[in-house]
């Protein structure tokens, strides 16, 4: 019997029963170089897929593979690049039985890695292109809709009257144009974009906020690793924050949902404890 709350979340070939409290951890694994939180760029095959299959004995339940940065400074990776990386990636994981999703808001990236094997796209422009909608309803994928309020590798600290509001307002309206593009509701997963497009302060507020999201009945995924925020409470550079991604963690650790992490060992270390603590209270 699944426990209270928990959200069952179909994936192409996988299935996910995610529990309060027992976030799946997602590791990331960067084809593109120009992560700004990355210690270093994996450039070759062999690399990419090493690093994965390590995260995965960390105990990564889901591989999210970057293939274009989303910070302002320098150009796009082309897209015909963009695939020619990711969908060797996408087959070698594949081939081991890893769940693999795909951080891109580029349609063309999508369909490829969707056809190569890839069970859920997380869209970071939070669904500007309704063919990506599609076409996870085709591949009978999951779907990230990640709020946000300026275009892919655009930089800006917006202004908002309520940021929650404006979460829910997106998350009610983005939800709706994905099931009319058939995609089943419940493969949708809502992602609060903590970071994108947003001062500290709204951050901190979004995190407060989590009850109102799990409130959906949808998984959550939330960007917990190395995040500004923290950063501007403690001052440690991004390479730095793992004591602050685990606060984040912490956090948000009562929703259904993933949590997307560059250190997988010490986060999945901290989610077993603590799931150990809440058994013996």
Known sequence: ??????????????HFSLAPGRPVVMGIVNTNPGSF??????????????RAMTLVGEGAGIIDVGTDSGV?????VPLDEQVAAAVPLVEALVAEDVPVSIDTPYAEVARATLEAGACMINDVSGLAD??????????????????T?????QEAFLHFDDVVADIEDLFEERTAMAVAEG?????????????YSKHPADDVALLRAYDTFIARGLAILTGASRKLYSGVITGAPPTDRLPETLATVAAVRRAPGF???HDVGAVRAYVDAAVAADART
């Open 72 to 76: 302002a400074y320098g150009p796009s």
């Open 149 to 153: 309020r300026v275009g892919h590798k």
């Open 1 to 14: 019997m699944s426990a209270p709350g928990t959200v069952e979340l179909p994936a192409a070939r996988h």
């Open 259 to 261: 949590v997307r992490v």
């Open 37 to 50: 939180s990355d210690t270093v760029h994996l450039a070759s095959l062999d690399a990419q897929l090493e």
């Open 130 to 147: 309704l063919e990506i909608a599609r076409l996870c309803a085709a591949h009978d994928a999951a779907l990230v809709i990640l709020h």
């Open 183 to 195: 995609l089943d509701r419940s493969r949708v997963v809502l992602d609060p974009g903590l970071g």
